[in-house]
């Protein structure tokens, strides 16, 4: 394999932050459905290699041949922890076995708690509550209106998701949800943070939603829902390895 290809993917592990996104640019909008789920795979990868809250980056690729496919990833500093060497590993060998995703979610979980709390106290902080301030006083934290449109969209996906079950009204399961979010610590169990990143995954999948919540509220559950997202698409990059053998490689330069 080039050298030049391993440093090209090592040197994407040093990149901290994009204020804009590849998506926007002219191209991306003539890409086909097949490269954008190919994008799309390699970026949830790579989301499902980041442990800390802060600082920490990844990337990814794969090379391919006739009898194997070796996934490539590179991190902003060697890892060495074999708990971290083997989880990827780990969690591609259930996905190959057809582990559901909600056992994978629990892998993804137990390795990146840390992250995904940080973001979850995002979330918290974007509707102002928390351990100590849980607005019991207030309602409709969500500023739902079974008039209009989008609410009525998400109302159905909720439905779909028999999530509404057990509650009163759609108000009070999104009230209940915004109100466990700023519940959780870093003590939170790992069903806590599963419950979390499944139902940020469900209304994320309205279009609309960003016609009901503020922009950064949308923007800190979709990246909590991403979670979910790749875990669903990771069997599609899997299904191009056929039978042939998966390795995994850190690249280190």
């Known amino acids: 394999m080039d050298s030049s290809y ?3 993917i090592h040197g994407l592990s040093q990149i901290e932050y ?6 926007d640019l002219p191209a991306w909008s003539r890409a086909t459905q097949s490269d954008r789920e190919h994008v799309a795979s390699l970026d949830g990868l790579a989301l499902l290699l980041v442990f800390s809250p802060k600082g920490d980056v990844a990337a990814v690729s794969y090379w391919q041949s006739a009898h194997e496919l070796k996934l490539l990833w590179a991190k902003n500093q060697p890892v060495e922890d074999s708990d971290q060497l083997r989880y990827i590993e780990e969690l591609l060998e259930n996905v190959k076995k057809g582990t559901r995703t909600a056992e994978l979610l629990k892998i993804v979980i137990s390795m990146c708690k840390e992250k995904i709390f940080h973001r979850v106290k995002k979330l918290a902080n974007s509707f102002s509550v928390s351990q100590t301030d849980q607005k019991q006083g207030e309602s409709n934290l969500w500023r739902f209106d079974e008039t209009k449109e989008p609410c009525q969209e998400l109302e159905a996906t909720l439905k779909e998701e028999n999530l509404l079950e057990g509650y009163e009204s ?3 399961l999104l009230d209940s949800f915004t109100r466990f ?3 959780i610590t870093k003590t939170s169990n790992a069903e806590d943070f599963w419950s979390i990143l499944s139902f940020s995954w469900c209304v994320t999948s309205v279009a609309s939603l960003n016609k009901i919540l503020e922009e950064n509220q949308v923007r800190y559950l979709s990246k909590l ?3 979910v997202r790749i875990l ?3 069997p599609l990059l899997l299904k191009k390895a056929g039978n042939t053998k998966i390795t995994v490689e850190q690249v280190m330069t």
Not at 18 to 23: E, I
């Open 6 to 8: 391993l440093n090209y």
């Open 18 to 23: 994009h204020r804009g996104s590849g998506r």
């Open 170 to 172: 759609t108000v009070d």
């Open 181 to 183: 979010v700023g519940k």
């Open 225 to 227: 829902g991403d979670y």
């Open 232 to 234: 669903e698409r990771i």
